[in-house]
Antibody, heavy 118, light 112 residues
Framework: QVQLVESGGGVVQPGRSLRLSCAASGFTFSSYGMHWVRQAPGKGLEWVAVIWHDGSNKNYADSVKGRFTISRDNSKNTLFLQMNSLTAEDTALYYC???????????WGQGTLVTVSS | QLVLTQSPSASASLGASVKLTCTLSSGHSSYDITWHQQQPEKGPRHLMKLNSDGSHTKGDGIPDRFSGSSSGAERYLTISSLQSDDEAYYYCQTWGTATNWVFGGGTKLTVL
């Protein structure tokens, strides 16, 4: 059974940092590109970042470039998102998602809530 | 600029069919897309990859009631025999440069 379980969310003050984790199980983690997608309260889905299956390439949305860093540990089947210089506009539910371009398979987590507030 | 446009809302009766539309921006009519469903208070769920020629590959466990089709820059999701738990947001998504994802604004489907 495929599972993606996000953690690390919480309430943080503007300008501070937070690190999200996504623990994967039930599929071959090292074969999948991994993404972070966020959803602000009452809004739609916004893509945040991607990391290649082997960690060799990364890409970011313009809204987070230079502040967020995506990484992965294939030995521990875990994805990370380091978020620095947080602002109120980063308040959202953050989902991790796995995607295989060869099989067109997607897996989604249930999300972890990040609230940036003083 | 690559943009996906969806109607904000749609509604149909229990047991009926509904066709949701996702429109690709000018110059991008050959793009494949994928459809995701988000039920209330849940994470998204992948429904299907939909190609520009109308062929589609469904996600695991997606019932036959869900189908896709394409016409020009339009990509469609048809849900037949509507059930109450089909009430959800439906997002189309495609792939931009450097494998980033682009989402449509989502359509809220109400089952009457």
């Amino acid at each position: 059974q495929v599972q993606l379980v996000e953690s690390g969310g919480g309430v943080v003050q503007p300008g501070r940092s937070l690190r999200l984790s996504c623990a994967a199980s039930g599929f071959t983690f090292s074969s999948y590109g991994m993404h972070w997608v966020r959803q602000a309260p009452g809004k739609g889905l916004e893509w945040v970042a991607v990391i290649w299956h082997d960690g060799s390439n990364k890409n970011y949305a313009d809204s987070v470039k230079g502040r967020f860093t995506i990484s992965r540990d294939n030995s521990k089947n875990t994805l990370f998102l380091q978020m620095n210089s947080l602002t109120a506009e980063d308040t959202a539910l953050y989902y991790c998602a796995a995607y295989s371009g060869s099989s067109y398979r997607y897996y989604w987590g249930q999300g972890t809530l990040v609230t940036v507030s003083s | 600029q690559l943009v996906l446009t969806q109607s904000p809302s749609a509604s149909a009766s229990l047991g009926a069919s509904v066709k949701l539309t996702c429109t690709l921006s000018s110059g991008h009519s050959s793009y494949d897309i994928t459809w995701h469903q988000q039920q209330p208070e849940k994470g998204p769920r992948h429904l299907m990859k939909l190609n520009s020629d109308g062929s589609h590959t469904k996600g695991d466990g997606i019932p036959d009631r869900f189908s896709g089709s394409s016409s020009g820059a339009e990509r469609y999701l048809t849900i037949s025999s509507l059930q109450s738990d089909d009430e959800a947001y439906y997002y189309c998504q495609t792939w931009g440069t450097a494998t980033n994802w682009v989402f449509g604004g989502g359509t809220k489907l109400t089952v009457l």
